[in-house]
């Protein structure tokens, strides 16, 4: 308790000293958390744009991996409807959800644009990111309409109820045409998808193709991610010279090592960060503390022992490393609030690796309680080896220092 009221009097007493530590320890707590809550958003946002994509299974007409036209509308699957339903039925099945692929030209006025219409529901699970991010109009109104992206329809110079006209080879082979309007106008958080995708409800797709309850793709989302390649053996048993049905491992696998990857390399980056905010944080308490040897020379001839001097400069540290971890994370989470709410855009850079162009943070109450730890362990380390410093010198040495 003595030690704590001279450490809180040396505190107030050199204050502007303390508040270049609290600083110090402040700035390295806000890298801390902003960078934790990034990183943790980068790794999330990767596996949710994988699952998003590509569902847990996946499921298509034999042969359909191999097609040499990644456009082309065959191989699909008849009577769609009855094994959307048989999927949706299986244990642990959460969502199951068929959609027609067709590769057309979109044409307004004399403008035109290759794109892959998907034929979806009106309120499609697996295509919310474009359900959902919906700026103008509506998206597909009792599966009518088309609904573009906001490139598209910059690139078109069309809006909601304009006439558009796609145009596609039907599967006779013959090229075929419909004409609908502008339903809505969305924004996803994918570059990519918003350049080549046009959405259609599931009948105007079928109108598009010249087909009746067909689906190029069934997606498939599990209660349990792992259930995946259990579920996907039972069910190709009875169906294995018909369909192809795959894991999100075996569709995204390179891409799944870059998850393990990134773990390390976090890891690596944390460690980094703490070794930077620790040689700042000792380099602050070492600065105020030999500003003060005189005053610790005084205690040490008036007969404080060098243990004495060590825990002194010790609870010092622990205050200010409390404090200054405290003041950094009230700082942070304003910051780190508003991003998980609204994201951080990176533009093409994430969008390339398939984790969208915005990464939205996550906050975590453990990750927290780890950083405010690593703040305030960082300033007693420093404060240690700052005491230990002083602690050694001969009092002669510390009297004679300005």
Same mark, same amino acid.
């Given at each position: 308790?003595?030690?704590?009221?001279?450490?809180?009097?040396?505190?107030?007493?050199?204050?502007?000293?303390?508040?270049?530590?609290?600083?110090?320890?402040?700035?390295?707590?806000?890298?801390?958390?902003?960078?934790?809550?990034?990183?943790?958003?980068?790794?999330?946002?990767?596996?949710?744009?994988?699952? !998003?994509?590509?569902?847990?299974?996946?499921?298509?007409?034999?042969?359909?991996?191999?097609?040499?036209?990644?456009? &082309?509308? =065959?191989?699909?699957?008849?009577?769609? &409807?009855?094994?959307?339903?048989?999927?949706?039925?299986?244990?642990?099945?959460?969502?199951?959800?068929?959609? *027609?692929?067709?590769?057309?030209?979109? *044409?307004?006025?004399?403008?035109?644009?290759?794109?892959?219409?998907?034929?979806?529901?009106?309120?499609?699970?697996?295509?919310?990111?474009?359900?959902?991010?919906?700026?103008?109009? @509506?998206?597909?109104?009792?599966? %009518?309409?088309?609904?573009?992206?906001?490139?598209?329809?910059?690139?078109?110079?069309?809006?909601?109820?304009?006439?558009?006209?796609?145009?596609?080879?039907?599967?006779?082979? %013959?090229?075929?045409?419909?004409?609908?309007?502008? &339903?809505?106008? $969305?924004? #996803? +958080?994918?570059?990519?998808?918003?350049?080549?995708?046009?959405?259609?409800?599931?009948?105007?797709?079928?109108?598009?193709?010249?087909? @009746?309850?067909?689906?190029?793709?069934?997606?498939?989302?599990?209660?349990?991610? =792992?259930?995946?390649?259990?579920?996907?053996?039972?069910?190709?048993?009875?169906?294995?010279?018909?369909?192809?049905?795959? #894991?999100?491992?075996?569709?995204?696998?390179?891409?799944?090592?870059?998850? @393990?990857?990134?773990?390390?390399?976090?890891?690596?980056? +944390?460690?980094?960060?703490?070794?930077?905010?620790?040689?700042?944080?000792?380099?602050?308490?070492?600065?105020?503390?030999?500003?003060?040897?005189?005053?610790?020379?005084?205690?040490?001839?008036?007969?404080? !022992?060098?243990?004495?001097?060590?825990?002194?400069?010790?609870?010092?540290?622990?205050?200010?490393?409390?404090?200054? &971890?405290?003041?950094?994370?009230?700082?942070?989470?304003?910051?780190?609030?508003?991003?998980?709410?609204?994201?951080?855009? $990176?533009?093409?850079?994430?969008?390339?690796?398939?984790?969208?162009?915005?990464?939205?943070?996550?906050?975590?109450?453990?990750?927290?309680?780890?950083?405010?730890?690593?703040?305030?362990?960082?300033?007693?380390?420093? %404060?240690?080896?700052?005491?230990?410093?002083?602690?050694?010198?001969?009092?002669?040495?510390?009297?004679?220092?300005?």
């Amino acid at each position: 308790m003595l030690f704590l009221k001279i450490a809180w009097l040396n505190m107030r007493k050199h204050w502007k000293q303390t508040v270049i530590i609290l600083f110090a320890i402040a700035a390295s707590e806000f890298m801390l958390v902003f960078v934790s809550a990034m990183l943790e958003g980068i790794k999330a946002n990767f596996y949710t744009s994988l699952v !998003r994509e590509t569902g847990h299974l996946q499921v298509h007409a034999r042969g359909w991996k191999d097609r040499l036209n990644p456009i &082309s509308l =065959e191989p699909y699957m008849e009577n769609a &409807s009855a094994l959307v339903d048989d999927f949706a039925a299986q244990p642990g099945v959460m969502h199951a959800e068929a959609s *027609l692929m067709v590769g057309a030209l979109v *044409l307004a006025g004399d403008k035109n644009l290759g794109v892959m219409v998907v034929g979806t529901a009106p309120d499609t699970f697996f295509y919310r990111q474009a359900r959902d991010g919906i700026r103008t109009g @509506d998206f597909l109104p009792e599966g %009518s309409g088309i609904a573009i992206s906001e490139s598209i329809a910059r690139l078109l110079d069309v809006g909601v109820g304009d006439d558009l006209t796609l145009l596609a080879e039907d599967a006779e082979g %013959s090229p075929w045409y419909i004409s609908r309007q502008v &339903s809505g106008i $969305f924004v #996803t +958080d994918s570059l990519e998808f918003d350049e080549r995708v046009v959405m259609v409800g599931a009948q105007t797709a079928q109108d598009l193709a010249g087909l @009746d309850d067909a689906a190029s793709e069934i997606r498939v989302d599990l209660e349990d991610p =792992e259930n995946a390649e259990r579920l996907a053996a039972e069910l190709t048993a009875g169906r294995g010279s018909e369909l192809e049905i795959l #894991t999100w491992r075996q569709i995204n696998g390179s891409l799944l090592v870059f998850i @393990d990857v990134f773990d390390y390399a976090a890891i690596g980056f +944390d460690l980094l960060l703490v070794l930077v905010a620790g040689t700042v944080i000792t380099n602050a308490v070492l600065m105020t503390v030999f500003s003060r040897t005189r005053e610790l020379g005084t205690l040490r001839a008036i007969g404080l !022992r060098k243990r004495g001097v060590l825990s002194m400069v010790l609870v010092e540290g622990v205050l200010e490393g409390v404090a200054g &971890s405290i003041l950094g994370i009230l700082i942070a989470l304003p910051v780190v609030l508003s991003f998980r709410e609204h994201g951080l855009s $990176f533009g093409d850079l994430t969008d390339a690796f398939g984790m969208g162009n915005r990464i939205f943070f996550i906050v975590g109450f453990w990750n927290l309680v780890r950083d405010v730890a690593a703040g305030t362990l960082i300033a007693v380390f420093g %404060s240690l080896y700052a005491g230990l410093v002083i602690s050694r010198l001969s009092i002669v040495k510390t009297l004679g220092e300005a």
